[in-house]
């Protein structure tokens, strides 16, 4: 005899499971859909829910407002664009990333947070990100770094005399002293836009301007409305020297107070507006100088790490016995340059010698003989002779107005490539799914 509750039962069961399973096809088609074609590539939707919800992490660990969801998507996608061009282009170039690179630069971050790598990795995930995720992460932006260094660093140069010109126009007006923190909108105007669309930029960078000094969020309006690189860091773009800042802004900035919003600025980018966070001056750079000589045995197939460290104790023990350092290192240092002086590098610099020799030598008292140390270039004993604070304002300027300039004109420049790598790609977003 049938059951026929039972038969009812199991078909209960069966079109129960069937609508469970149509649902998770119907939710994995989802996830899977295109948002938008790159080129040869595709970005799918899983790929930007999981990007939106790190953006928005960490919009909200600066405290600043979520935008509304569509307005986030749409900025989230462009920068995921942006950057699956720079990868595919970096492909091509055949640039890499080791994982033993990898590593050590995830290793280089947690000391300096001071942490070891285990412990960088659990402060991660207690923040919700995955360690995995922060190498992807990081192995993107090392690759995208790569790629700019190849295509824009080269070729770009800082000469004598234009670091003289900006100092000798700068001392006048004292603006070497002065540090700038400034906010940065762009509202994007690709090459070869019409006057139309180049009047409808211009149009919402003034409504833009007109809301920013009434009061609205300057953070939240940059998340929102910014086609650069930084608006989902809200637009900041840190604290900048003079020469640090973009050469189409220095004019307007040294004119700015704290707060002050500029009229839009016109640059072959778009239009850009600028507000003056802050401002505060610059201190005089103190710097210890050592006087320093040392002893240099190098390894070989015959002299080993355990070979050249015996013969510099050997060394040390006779300068403890009244041995003079100079005749030693005259007569056994594998550096010559610095053995025909008696081992003397002279006075040096913080950032002169390499890191393990500086540190070894920063912990010697005057005329103490170190032990031996290791460094890429073989075994050493150290002697400082001397040190000496030293106003080092007048040659820590050059250096730092040569490395601002140099960064300003790569900014410049990868502002323009990356611009024009967007506008010269295949780009298909599928509005309907954003």
Request: overall charge negative; hydrophobic content about 40%; proline content about 2%.
């Amino acid at each position: 005899m049938i059951n026929y509750p039972n038969i009812k039962k199991n078909l209960v069961a069966m079109l129960l499971c069937h609508a469970l399973f149509s649902s998770f096809l119907v939710h994995a088609e989802v996830l899977d859909s295109i948002i938008a074609v790159v080129e040869d590539d595709v970005i799918l939707e899983r790929e930007l829910q999981k990007e939106v919800a790190v953006i928005q992490q960490r919009i909200q660990q600066s405290n600043a407002q979520i935008p509304p969801a569509h307005v986030l998507r749409k900025q989230v996608l462009e920068k995921m664009i942006i950057d699956k061009l720079q990868r595919q282009l970096a492909e091509k170039a055949g640039i890499t990333v080791s994982e033993e690179m990898l590593n050590s630069s995830a290793a280089d971050i947690a000391k300096r947070n001071n942490m070891n790598v285990e412990q960088f990795r659990v402060e991660l995930e207690g923040q919700g990100i995955s360690y995995q995720s922060f190498l992807d992460n990081m192995r993107n932006e090392i690759i995208i770094n790569q790629l700019r260094g190849r295509e824009i660093g080269g070729r770009i140069k800082v000469t004598d005399r234009e670091v003289e010109h900006y100092l000798e126009t700068q001392d006048k007006i004292g603006e070497e002293s002065t540090q700038y923190h400034l906010g940065h909108i762009l509202i994007a105007v690709k090459e070869g836009a019409s006057s139309t669309e180049i009047q409808q930029a211009l149009s919402k960078a003034d409504e833009l301007v007109k809301k920013l000094r009434g009061g609205q969020d300057f953070s939240q309006t940059a998340i929102s409305d910014s086609g650069d690189a930084n608006a989902l860091k809200g637009g900041d773009l840190g604290w900048r020297t003079s020469s640090e800042i973009p050469t189409l802004f220095v004019n307007e900035v040294h004119q700015m107070k704290t707060g002050d919003v500029s009229e839009p600025i016109r640059s072959p980018s778009g239009f850009h507006i600028i507000k003056m966070m802050e401002l505060k001056g610059m201190d005089n750079h103190m710097i210890v100088k050592s006087k320093v000589r040392h002893v240099l045995i190098k390894t070989n197939e015959l002299v080993d790490d355990a070979e050249a460290k015996k013969r510099l104790l050997a060394l040390k023990a006779r300068i403890a016995d009244g041995d003079d350092f100079a005749a030693l290192a005259r007569a056994h240092s594998d550096d010559k340059g610095s053995a025909l002086k008696g081992g003397s590098l002279d006075w040096v610099s913080p950032g002169d010698l390499v890191k393990p020799f500086e540190e070894a030598m920063g912990k010697l008292r005057i005329n103490e003989v170190s032990e031996p140390i290791q460094t890429q270039f073989g075994w050493h004993i150290i002697q400082v002779l001397g040190r000496e604070n030293k106003d080092d304002s007048s040659e820590f300027k050059k250096n730092l107005v040569r490395d601002s300039i140099r960064k300003r004109k790569i900014e410049e420049e990868t502002e323009l490539w990356v611009r024009r790598l967007r506008d010269e790609a295949f780009v298909e977003i599928y509005q309907d799914r954003l």
